[in-house]
């Protein structure tokens, strides 16, 4: 739907005279979606869900290396809203990336029309409400980018592709929740867990014997790692967040929260139904939900007990985390092995450690990366950035190593030149399990243990096929090192992937900036950017 007043036709004419700047011989997918709020009942009791076209969870985008997306949003909720793309980069084009340091939100009643490209992806990866605690409601749906038909896959055509979107979920309202975390307190524990929008035994996916099936399972929860795994089946990694893995057989997989793994699963066994199963991970009460593997010549319903998985076994889990790797000589969205660009030979030009703390700041509960809890201001920064509006942040607000100081709030926003080549290391002191997600991007896992990073703890450095991937987890009292080169000119988002944590505080941006005004380096400001804040009643280009 579009803006009252303008027919469907003329609303798709302006969307294509919006796109100029993408490649013109680049397929157009269009989208036209609206959000509402609707009754759903997940765990067996009403609740006030975020609708998508009436559906929940919301529906996959299906697309192709370097289409051009046009996803048209008609917020009929009754606040601002905004989706954000879980791991598609946004290549030059940080206004799309659709957190509230980027874009303005959409006014109730209102449209907006995105535009974005998946310029040289591929893989799993999903998209999700970011603002006021939406994503506690729904509002998510899986994202596939599949390969051009000439560039090979390392594996055959499987015989069907799932999106299994895994999460923690409340039975409270996400007002309740927001309120909870506005008025200083911290979460309760989750009430359940979901697949697919449904608690146990709710959803249900029908296979025939014999043949080989893909799963893309994604964390869509708020906090909770969870291990997933299917009665009887072995699964084979072949794709993590946009990277083909080195082809390993697991028995089940831990997906931490914001991660998207791809699997193929092989039907051999009799003709019967099965469970799938996902359960949390490092928690004392121990959440468990199912659905059902359905052969389509079954004659016998699901049996047995539910199929135990891993619970508070940290070294398991860190040890699976460090055998996903690379195949370094499949092609990725480009005809040419991924391994042909060698990280591990690139001086780095700069490390930045990153420690994230929990504390209370005039009373109530924040969180911090190096001291420093991230507030919003009044206007996107990537808007205040554009047009040089003083006032708004700081670059430099927040320091590249942790200072020891109190926690503070500030609008935390950190400088990194265009085409550097970074270390970053995140280090974590808690006794949870953290994730951390950077848009924009995707960087390359190289090391992780316990205990505090030093210079020495390069030296265990996996510098050769460490998997490339946006979303990463720090174990209790341990670290995690990622290299990432910063070729994305961009204002882009550094989150705790903990909902909550992020909520109030975990977070900040990185500016990659180049003096030089190119459009090789950096799209202009969208023609149908919608304009907030201090940034109100300035234009962008004419339509």
């Not at 090391?447 to 505090?452: E, K, P, S, T």
Request: overall charge neutral; glycine content about 8%; hydrophobic content about 35%.
């Amino acid at each position: 739907m579009m803006c009252k007043g303008w027919s469907f036709w003329q609303g798709y004419v302006v969307l294509f005279a919006l796109a100029v700047v993408v490649k013109a011989e680049s397929p157009y997918r269009f989208f036209d979606w609206n959000v509402t709020y609707g009754d759903i009942f997940p765990l067996g009791v009403r609740q006030q869900g975020i609708l998508i076209n009436g559906q929940f969870p919301g529906p996959d985008i299906y697309s192709v290396t370097n289409d051009n997306l046009i996803i048209n949003v008609q917020n009929n909720l009754d606040e601002p809203f905004l989706l954000s793309w879980n791991g598609l980069q946004q290549r030059r084009n940080s206004y799309e990336d659709g957190v509230y340091g980027t874009t303005c939100p959409i006014p109730p009643g209102k449209n907006f029309t995105y535009i974005l490209q998946v310029k040289d992806q591929i893989g799993s990866f999903f998209y999700f409400p970011s603002l006021a605690f939406h994503k506690a409601a729904g509002g998510f749906g899986g994202i596939r980018v599949l390969s051009r038909p000439r560039i090979p896959v390392p594996f055959t055509d499987p015989a069907g592709d799932f999106t299994l979107l895994i999460g923690d979920w409340f039975k409270n309202d996400h007002r309740q929740l927001k309120a909870m975390l506005d008025g200083g307190h911290k979460l309760p524990f989750p009430d359940g867990i979901l697949i697919n929008g449904h608690g146990p035994n709710g959803a249900s996916f029908t296979v025939e014997q014999g043949k080989t099936y893909r799963f893309r399972i994604s964390n869509v929860g708020l906090q909770n790692s969870l291990n997933f795994r299917i009665q009887g089946h072995k699964m084979k990694l072949v794709e993590v967040e946009g990277t083909h893995t080195v082809q390993t057989i697991y028995e089940s997989l831990d997906v931490h929260v914001g991660q998207s793994y791809s699997v193929l699963v092989t039907m051999d066994q009799a003709a019967q139904d099965f469970y799938i199963v996902a359960s949390t991970r490092f928690t004392d009460n121990i959440l468990s939900t199912t659905a059902t593997l359905h052969y389509s010549n079954s004659n016998k319903a699901v049996s047995g007990p539910i199929p135990a998985g891993p619970t508070d076994q940290i070294d398991w889990s860190l040890n699976q985390a460090r055998s996903i790797r690379t195949n370094l000589t499949a092609s990725g969205p480009r005809p040419n092995p991924q391994g042909s660009f060698h990280y591990g030979l690139i001086n780095i030009t700069r490390t930045i450690k990153l420690v994230s703390s929990a504390a209370q700041v005039n009373g109530k509960q924040r969180y911090a990366v190096n001291s420093v809890s991230f507030v919003p201001t009044d206007t996107p920064l990537k808007l205040a950035d554009y047009f040089k509006i003083g006032g708004v942040f700081r670059v430099g607000s927040i320091p590249d190593n942790p200072t020891g100081q109190n926690m503070y709030l500030d609008t935390s926003v950190m400088g990194a030149d265009y085409r550097a080549f970074v270390e970053i290391v995140f280090e974590n002191h808690e006794n949870i399990v953290q994730t951390w997600h950077i848009d924009g991007y995707a960087f390359w896992v190289v090391g992780m243990n316990g205990g505090v990073w030093t210079p020495d703890s390069r030296e265990e450095y996996n510098l050769r096929d460490a998997v490339s991937r946006s979303t990463t987890q720090v174990y209790p009292k341990s670290w995690t090192a990622i290299y990432m080169a910063l070729d994305n000119v961009g204002m882009w988002n550094v989150r705790s992937e903990f909902w909550a944590r992020q909520y109030l505080g975990q977070q900040f941006y990185l500016r990659v900036y180049t003096p030089v005004n190119s459009l090789r380096d950096e799209y202009l400001i969208p023609k149908n950017a919608l304009l907030c804040g201090r940034a109100q009643g300035r234009s962008t280009r004419p339509l």
